[in-house]
């Protein structure tokens, strides 16, 4: 988030005399014609039950088969989970507006939403932080990683990771909406986000705008270069190994991660440190677009894809429920016994 140069406050007499907003209009893809709109609606519904049907499906995975019970798949299990809350802070609400209409969202609504989609945000920059310390040690220090990475640490890693999230959201939310909005109540994105919020306050904004820029600064660049430190000692000690296959095994662990970090902590720092423009509204929207459904759509194509455990028990569950259901429906086609 670029911070603005201090604007001139209002008065408090020209405040007062104007009327305080109650709603919010959440513009969207309003100038978007209705024909581009419907495939709008189809196209991130579509998106969105994939990630409901991935995600969970990574989830369901991880937890009933054993062999993945391990700290990289604990981790990979709350990321899946994120990532469905993440998505259906926004996706929901945007579908909802484009079908039937209805832009208006409450004050309360509106602050739900920032408190919500940061919270979840902030949670899972720590646990790509996590799940990078993890793959560090796996690579590194192979022979204590079972000592290093014990239950409680996964836990206590896991646990910061949706504090820090929830604690920081608050004060994100506090510093907006304690502001006062009296004028103004058209907010141009498909969701309730801070820069846009910001822009219709009718106070001085520029002491929350640089609060906030330094939050996001300490949560988006520093979890960025303590990845990238993490990543320059798995590189340093995967250039170091003799076998080209034992190379190929360790590059493919990470690799997943990497992408899923890159789209996410990308995309996200282009839009809130780029310079406050007009013209970048519109790319701002499908930017948002790429880390709010595409990113979370990709989690468990980029996961399943290129790692063999994942498929293998994919396989396996498969031919278990494929069997379970052929077995009950042989029972239930055999005659009833006479008595």
Not at 162 to 187: D, Q, R
Not at 267 to 284: C, F, R
Request: hydrophobic share 45%.
């Amino acid at each position: 988030m670029h911070v603005r140069g201090k604007p001139g406050t209002r008065n408090s007499t020209s405040v007062k005399n104007q009327t305080s907003v109650r709603e919010f209009i959440l513009l969207g893809f309003s100038h978007v014609p209705d024909v581009l709109q419907g495939w709008l609606f189809v196209g991130v519904g579509a998106a969105y039950m994939l990630i409901l049907l991935g995600n969970s499906l990574i989830i369901f995975i991880t937890l009933v088969d054993a062999a993945l019970h391990t700290p990289m798949y604990f981790f990979l299990r709350n990321l899946s989970f994120l990532e469905i809350c993440y998505a259906s802070v926004t996706i929901p609400r945007m579908l909802f507006n484009v079908l039937v209409g209805s832009k208006a969202i409450s004050i309360l609504g509106c602050a739900a939403q920032v408190y919500f989609f940061h919270s979840f945000g902030i949670s899972e920059c720590f646990l790509l932080l996590a799940m990078a310390y993890d793959r560090c040690v796996a690579i590194c220090c192979p022979l204590r990683y079972t000592l290093i990475m014990s239950r409680s640490l996964c836990l206590q890693m896991v646990a910061v990771s949706w504090a820090a999230g929830s604690l920081v959201s608050s004060g994100h939310a506090s510093l907006v909406f304690t502001l006062p909005y009296c004028g103004p109540n058209e907010i141009d994105h498909f969701f309730c986000d801070i820069p846009p919020v910001l822009k219709l306050a009718c106070a001085d904004t520029y002491r929350s705008e640089t609060e906030l820029f330094i939050l996001i600064i300490l949560l988006a660049i520093v979890p960025s270069i303590l990845i990238l430190v993490s990543y320059s000692q798995i590189i340093s000690t995967i250039l170091k190994m003799p076998s080209t296959e034992g190379k190929h095994k360790a590059f493919s662990t990470c690799s997943s991660h990497l992408i899923v970090v890159t789209l996410f902590l990308g995309t996200g720092g282009v839009v809130y440190l780029q310079p406050k423009s007009s013209s970048y509204v519109e790319s701002n929207k499908l930017l948002s677009l790429l880390y709010t459904v595409v990113t979370p759509m990709l989690n468990p194509i980029v996961y399943g894809l290129r790692n063999e455990k994942l498929k293998g028990a994919l396989r396996k569950s498969c031919r278990k429920i494929y069997f379970w259901a052929g077995r009950h429906l042989r029972k239930s086609s055999e005659p009833a016994p006479l008595h």
